[in-house]
């Protein structure tokens, strides 16, 4: 299986865990993966802590909306094991409440970006 093959099923994993743990719903967009009871959009970022350096990826045009709409992340750290994952830590942060600074991303067509190690959001 190739590398974003298996990216892509720790994703939906980590994307399943993240419904189960906080009561999420599926809601599938180009800048969420879920909403809450009261209709606010998630976005599920996961990350293998078994890389070499480890990131959550955010994009500004998402988090802007995000924001705007009163949303957040489910942050996932996780290890793979076997065919499946085994999930290390877990946060809710709300995207306002996150001040970041964006960076250009060359020619990715999701614009601007950051990368943040899991210590900026587990502490």
């Known amino acids: ?5 298996n990216a892509a099923r720790y994703g939906a994993l980590a994307e399943r865990h993240a419904r189960e743990r906080y009561g999420l719903d599926v809601d599938h967009s180009p800048w969420h993966d879920a909403r809450d009871s009261s209709g606010d959009p998630w976005d599920v970022k996961a990350c293998m802590a078994t890389r070499d350096a480890p990131r959550f990826r955010l994009w500004k045009k998402q988090h802007t909306r995000l924001a705007r709409a009163g949303g957040g992340y489910v942050f996932i750290e996780y290890r793979p094991v076997g065919v499946g994952i085994r999930v290390l830590r877990t ?7 996150l001040r970041l600074r964006f960076y250009g991303a060359g020619q990715h067509p999701k614009g601007a970006q950051i990368k943040l190690p899991p ?4 502490g």
């Open 119 to 122: 210590y900026r959001i587990f």
């Open 1 to 5: 299986m190739s590398r974003s093959q």
């Open 91 to 97: 946060r809710t942060v709300r995207a306002r409440s």
